[in-house]
């Protein structure tokens, strides 16, 4: 099997779950990082959105395919690199939890420090897989979407077992 692009405005559904393509726009051939494939996920109790390494340039552009809808929580864009993660951005999705992906003592840092003080700004709670291990989030039907578990906290020397 051959995998396929990404495409913006591709859709299904799967066990009551839709998966909606916010990108990227096939006519932007600028920089490759902008043309990450995003994807929301959207069930009954609540939002997910994995918008890859996009920068603020094509933020406006996402954040306006969104929409309104249940609680949503975002992996972080990029990291947390400093090309992401705008106010404008946060301020436009509002997530209740953001999640960056990120290695431990990553070469680049990340996340930046302006993109942690952005997050912590607009009151968003922040979680980070490079100190916090892997995490386990529920999407009650009564209740904002939360983080059940940090996986560090549960095992601290996972890699031992």
Known sequence: MIAARCRSGETWEWD?????????????????????CVLLVEGIGGRLL????????V??????????????????????SRSSSS?????????SIAVVSAGWRNRFHHPAHDV??????????????ASDGALHLAFPLDAAP?????????????WRE
């Open 116 to 129: 942690v003080a952005r997050y912590a700004a607009a009151r968003i709670v922040l979680a980070n897989t």
């Open 50 to 57: 994995l918008p890859g390494d996009i920068s603020s340039r």
């Open 59 to 80: 933020e406006p552009d996402i954040a306006s395919k969104v929409g309104a809808g249940t609680p949503l929580v975002l992996v972080v864009p990029h990291h947390g």
């Open 16 to 36: 009551s779950v839709s998966f909606r393509m916010l990108g990227p726009d096939p006519s932007d051939t600028t920089h490759a990082n902008d043309r990450s």
């Open 146 to 158: 939360r983080i059940d578990a940090r996986e560090r906290g549960v095992q601290r020397r996972y």
């Open 87 to 95: 106010a404008a951005f946060l301020a436009a999705l509002q997530p």
